[in-house]
């Protein structure tokens, strides 16, 4: 599947997820175009391609992969069918991007790597931290040597809540907050260091807020231990109030630097009327906000598409894949594990069995 | 001259403005690719051209006018070439993209229009602020009505002076750092504003730090009075130590936005060791730093350029022209006029036969 | 009158700044204590001196200058009252301290000068900007040489409208927001550069907003030309939503500083349920808002006041004086007269008869 | 001892704490008076006693202990003497203002504690974090029900190493920057939750930076979970580059609040040639650096001092006592214990015979 001009793409979702992915696409129009949605429920995934001028629309991702010009499938789906689908799609010889976390069980990740392996598909794993301008700029400068030795990685993600209903429900997404958002903390981290061995995981986690909405930890602290000596430090919560928090906090022996992609970017901004659109979960848009500009840019998700399309078209080797979300869920299920002991966990760790991160968890409780 | 396919650009300029044409355009393959340079010293175009892969290089711009192929030319040279350029280029049938400001006198002004209009090709502005995303995120939620009617718009661009040294003398440029930054001021308090009639312009100008290198002022605050009613408060400075700063200030009686392009996006950083790069006319990358990232694409140029691309091939209408061009020209004159006097100056003001803007104000000192 | 112990403090006036003064005493129980407070509205005075602990009221402050315990009176009572006040307070032999702006006229100001210095009492100038400790932290950097020569110092006052009815009527406040602020920013520049001469004086003054409640300007931008060469750049408002804010701005050939006292100071807050206080003139305290700490301390009003205690017990000199009130004046006056003619006007600057600062723009429109 | 008037101090120790205590009392006159200072090394103590005007000077402590009038003794000395130390001030019938951290052994805080109720005086623990005004002001938020439930407290106080040599020798210290600082930490989170039970304590602990000076830990991160079910998150660091950081934020479920004491007050500042001070352990004046104002007064020095000195007069009662600093203690070992096994300690946590918090987790190493 040599392929030339536009990698022509397909996506599995019809919700905020999908629509990031269907505007991304958008706004790289050299690199690839999306042909083709899927989703289950009738009328979703029509009127999110109506949106986007998208022509193909299918209620089962199977016919989709069906369509011989589809060259990559991105899943926009809940957690636990990123397994199937990612099966699915590799055995329809497709490329296959993959939001996170990658699935819910180590085993379920271990096919997925080896099934795209042997079919001679990409497993690219979606991860825009990787892609996000303001902390690539971090990086460039920690790469640089502006902070020499870096001792200390923080990353923080927060708002109050998700933004569909099924990652309330732990046996579609796995896990709660950590599952969610800890996924990019913990890539985050990893990456922002030139991936060293990550030796231990310890974690705080409760549900402080949603009891009456999930069984998941609403908020959640972690430390990682690297075998560089590095340590990372990331939080994450459903239960902050005032809209998205997504910000980094960079230590080294020789400098720090802190890169805040709301707040740190925003027009602080009073309205009396209001106005269109503040900023990802934003209760309001009147008093005073924080609007962002450019939110996917500043994201990175046009970026993050843009490599992976090159990757499909052999311009560019993946920088997030598989078995970086393999490392991420083996690290989800130990936080979860040591949430449940209160004690770190060494890596490796493969619990053997366990349906999903959480339930080494909720087990213990 | 109906094209397709990506608009091929010529470049006239081999210095920091060329070179931010240069790698902008590189930013937007879909729409369009440089393809020659001209510089008439031997060896600097040739190196700029090296840098971004560009074959042509020409010491003559008017060698590379012959090029057939050449849909449109960007002209990144002194201020005091700028007319005899685009009534050049515009002879050789090819699209003009003119740096700010547009020229030097206001018959000038009149002469690049009509000879455009005349040889039927666009005469485009170049004023990266209609495209800065972070203020055009502040205009959107104005026309959203979010500060109900506005009656004061500020626009703030300041540093250490400025990147060539033909903008010392005030027989290329035209006039110091009002001639050279208050063109974005007075240009982006129109543009906000929905190009209401300016009435009048009062200036405060100076010469604080940098007499020993220019009789041009390196100091200018800028009063504009709208038809209206609102304001527009414009200041501009070669005597800010610490790097570049631009940002913008907008008060409505329904509420009020602040957007700061540099501290407002930066990360603050601390390095003991420095780094790659911080921001433009930085001093320094050691100690604290305020480094932005993506710095092009933050002020608006890529966005830019592929806006005048597409204006090349009829998808889009020129957003800033000649006419633009030409009214902050008056203004530019009327400021100067009234840094001398004193006083408000009236529009319209066309005084006669002044050969530069500022000659209003050094005949007078 | 020598004195020992704690100065005796009577107040005339029992709203806002009254307040402000009880409150900004009790905090410095060592140098002072208010004994008695005057304020014709029955009641008014009474409510007052019930929450801070004051004994004695009076209705006729006449009646308290009897009082022979009383050391210093302060005048927080409207600008056009001012000048008998304080002729009626030092023939009395009292200290006057007297709040901003200093009166309505400049033969005001003379007679209230000269009585003081006749009855050999303190003419003392209440501007709290010599005393807010951010800003007198930017004055020691200038003075210690952080920023060579200082060519450019701004200062910037805003909110949606005085506390006071009064304000409202130009016949009692002599002029809209540039009388009832542009009196501080005046001070301040003034006073951070060392007192040179005023020279010349722009302003451009509008009715944006509240021109159903009063025929004063809400809006003004001032420049100040100065004998040492700097500029000052002045902004007042009571046409800006969103609380209060006050800010400046510190350029020189060798560096630059910036101290807000809102935003700059504050703790971003965002509640769902509000809380007690945020922060002079905010809307309110739900959603997101900017909450100071130790208001009056961080504005100067203890300071000032322990200052002004102490002069009167000989410990220091006064800062803040009526030879500055006046200056101030005459700069009231001459930016009223730069906004009627829109021209710079030359100091000195004394037209004869006038009532009123803002008669002169009235006059004109 | 019933005493009036002024409380008359002593000051043991004549370092950078004991210079913040004699700064402090002389910011507050009306209360108390600094009389006498006692240091071992002769010299020392005199300078501190000449700058601040203190005329009585001790080599011996002990011979101070034996003046008279002196009320209260503050204990800036360290850490390894402070029981003593209390116990001799107590003995001498004086009220015991003790610098952070208590002592060195619970044992110890027992002693302190209990000898000073034998004797009738007060034993003060000095956490100036709850006079902090900007914390002040978000503790009362919080307590006007801003936030709702808090469910997370953090607190963060990093920079680049102690101020003195004895805290790099944790025979003397007893522990490293977690000893120093995270007794802040733990406090504050204890404080502003309104002292509910501490459950347990989690610590990660690592010398990334200075091993060359210290067996002490140089950058500690803290978890508390508390009774209540609220988290504290505490970090500190010596190996954090650019000066002083001291921050906390506050999350509930109806909402947040940040407060900064540094960045969050600063004023931006760029100097080319330098200045007097910007702020504590600031590396540098050149630069961009972020000055701070009134510093003993926005860490609330002064008015914990005047707390102490009016709870001497009983007219306040201590809100910081032995009793907190015992606690405190306590945490510090349960810290300690929890970094050499990787696992959450309950409290609570008595280990017996061990001489310094620190030596639970040397012993482990």
Same mark, same amino acid.
Request: charged share 25%; glycine share 10%.
């Given at each position: 599947?040599?392929?030339?001009?536009?990698?022509?793409?397909?996506?599995?979702?019809?919700?905020?997820?999908?629509?990031?992915?269907?505007?991304?696409?958008?706004?790289?129009?050299?690199?690839?175009?999306?042909?083709?949605?899927?989703?289950?429920?009738?009328?979703?995934?029509?009127?999110?391609?109506?949106?986007?001028?998208?022509?193909?629309?299918?209620?089962?991702?199977?016919?989709?992969?069906?369509?011989?010009?589809?060259?990559?499938?991105?899943?926009?789906?809940?957690?636990?069918?990123?397994?199937?689908?990612?099966?699915?799609?590799?055995?329809?010889?497709?490329?296959?991007?993959?939001?996170?976390?990658?699935?819910?069980?180590?085993?379920?990740?271990?096919?997925?790597?080896?099934?795209?392996?042997?079919?001679?598909?990409?497993?690219?794993?979606?991860?825009?931290?990787?892609?996000?301008?303001?902390?690539?700029?971090?990086?460039?400068?920690?790469?640089?040597?502006?902070?020499?030795?870096?001792?200390?990685?923080?990353?923080?993600?927060?708002? *109050?809540?998700?933004?569909?209903?099924?990652?309330?429900?732990?046996?579609?997404?796995?896990?709660?907050? *950590?599952?969610?958002?800890?996924?990019?903390?913990?890539?985050?981290?990893?990456?922002?260091?030139? &991936?060293?061995?990550?030796?231990?995981?310890?974690?705080?986690?409760?549900?402080?807020?949603?009891?009456?909405?999930?069984?998941?930890?609403?908020?959640?602290?972690?430390?990682?231990?690297?075998?560089?000596?590095?340590?990372?430090?990331?939080?994450?919560?459903?239960?902050?109030?005032?809209?998205?928090?997504?910000?980094?906090?960079? +230590?080294?022996?020789?400098?720090?630097?802190?890169?805040?992609?709301?707040?740190?970017?925003?027009?602080?901004?009073?309205?009396?009327?209001?106005?269109?659109?503040?900023?990802?979960?934003?209760?309001?848009?009147?008093?005073?906000?924080?609007?962002?500009?450019?939110?996917?840019?500043?994201?990175?998700?046009?970026?993050?598409?843009?490599?992976?399309?090159?990757?499909?078209?052999?311009?560019?080797?993946?920088?997030?894949?598989?078995?970086?979300?393999?490392?991420?869920?083996?690290?989800? +299920?130990?936080?979860?594990?040591?949430?449940?002991?209160?004690?770190?966990?060494?890596?490796?760790?493969?619990?053997?069995?366990?349906? &999903?991160?959480?339930?080494?968890?909720?087990?213990?409780?």
């Amino acid at each position: 599947m040599a392929g030339k001009g536009r990698v022509k793409v397909g996506i599995i979702g019809s919700q905020f997820e999908a629509e990031i992915h269907a505007a991304s696409f958008q706004m790289i129009p050299d690199e690839a175009e999306v042909v083709a949605i899927a989703s289950p429920t009738p009328g979703h995934a029509k009127k999110l391609a109506d949106r986007y001028g998208i022509t193909r629309v299918f209620t089962d991702y199977r016919q989709m992969l069906a369509e011989k010009d589809i060259e990559m499938v991105t899943i926009a789906a809940p957690n636990y069918l990123h397994a199937q689908m990612t099966i699915d799609i590799a055995g329809a010889g497709k490329h296959v991007l993959c939001e996170k976390p990658l699935c819910m069980t180590m085993e379920e990740a271990d096919r997925m790597i080896e099934t795209c392996r042997r079919k001679g598909v990409l497993l690219m794993y979606a991860e825009e931290l990787f892609f996000t301008p303001k902390y690539v700029k971090a990086k460039e400068m920690a790469d640089q040597g502006a902070f020499g030795k870096v001792y200390l990685v923080k990353q923080l993600e927060k708002h *109050f809540g998700p933004h569909a209903a099924w990652f309330w429900d732990v046996q579609k997404s796995g896990g709660g907050v *950590f599952m969610d958002m800890g996924c990019h903390g913990i890539a985050f981290c990893y990456w922002f260091l030139g &991936r060293p061995k990550i030796e231990s995981v310890y974690c705080q986690m409760a549900t402080h807020v949603h009891a009456d909405k999930t069984k998941g930890e609403d908020d959640a602290i972690c430390v990682l231990e690297f075998a560089s000596g590095a340590v990372g430090l990331i939080e994450d919560s459903w239960a902050r109030r005032g809209g998205m928090e997504d910000r980094i906090e960079v +230590y080294g022996e020789g400098g720090v630097t802190y890169a805040n992609l709301h707040m740190g970017n925003a027009l602080p901004t009073y309205s009396e009327y209001g106005y269109g659109y503040a900023v990802e979960k934003a209760p309001t848009t009147k008093g005073w906000t924080y609007p962002v500009f450019e939110e996917l840019w500043n994201y990175g998700f046009p970026q993050e598409m843009r490599h992976f399309a090159r990757c499909v078209r052999g311009k560019e080797q993946p920088q997030a894949t598989g078995e970086d979300g393999r490392l991420v869920q083996e690290v989800l +299920y130990a936080g979860y594990q040591s949430a449940a002991t209160g004690a770190k966990v060494q890596l490796p760790f493969r619990p053997d069995g366990v349906k &999903r991160p959480i339930d080494l968890w909720l087990g213990a409780r």
